[in-house]
């Protein structure tokens, strides 16, 4: 994990074309000044609103992917590895979205503004993203506030912790909210 010149773990993203060639030029300093904020993650419960620039989502429960999985493409084995959905009600989106748009663009920002840490301090990217009415295999319908994440963690992982990253924090928000999973 990359860390900051005094020693914090960097909490934004870094592209990962250039983590590898990046992290041996630099060892490990800040490449972004996004990446090194002065404050850490705000810990907040399951349940709690989250809010992130002129969005409000709530992430609600994690649990380890369904064995079996149900027969979409997000939910292939991975050898050494996990599978685990977060599920996420999403209160205020803003802005004039409809239809696919709303839905691509909630896809979209959960693949960018989502990752899940370990204990150990490995970071995982989203795997996946569907509305949560098509991982029970239903009808998706208008709706468009419930969601399910998914990441494949190593099998080892324990402590898991979801990241969610604010790209433009408004004033009283921060830069990074941690949500302990229970898992």
Do not use: H
């Amino acid at each position: 994990m990359a860390t900051c010149g005094d020693g914090r773990p960097a909490t934004g993203r870094v592209v990962r074309v250039g983590r590898f060639a990046a992290g041996a030029l630099l060892g490990g300093s800040c490449l972004l000044a996004v990446a090194c904020t002065t404050e850490g993650p705000r810990r907040v419960a399951l349940g709690d609103d989250i809010e992130v620039g002129p969005y409000a989502f709530r992430v609600l429960r994690a649990r380890n992917a369904p064995d079996p999985p149900p027969p979409l493409s997000t939910f292939r084995t991975r050898p050494g590895k996990k599978g685990i959905v977060v599920f996420v009600y999403w209160k205020r989106l803003g802005g004039d979205l409809d239809g696919q748009r709303r839905w691509l663009f909630i896809e979209s920002f959960f693949e960018r503004q989502f990752s899940v840490v370990d204990a150990a301090g490995r970071r995982t990217e989203v795997s996946g993203v569907l509305p949560e009415r098509l991982f029970y295999m239903e009808e998706p319908g208008p709706s468009w506030r419930d969601w399910v994440v998914v990441f494949y963690v190593p099998d080892e992982s324990r402590g898991l912790t979801l990241l969610v990253e604010n790209p433009e924090p408004r004033k009283g928000q921060v830069r990074v909210t941690a949500v302990p999973l229970g898992m």
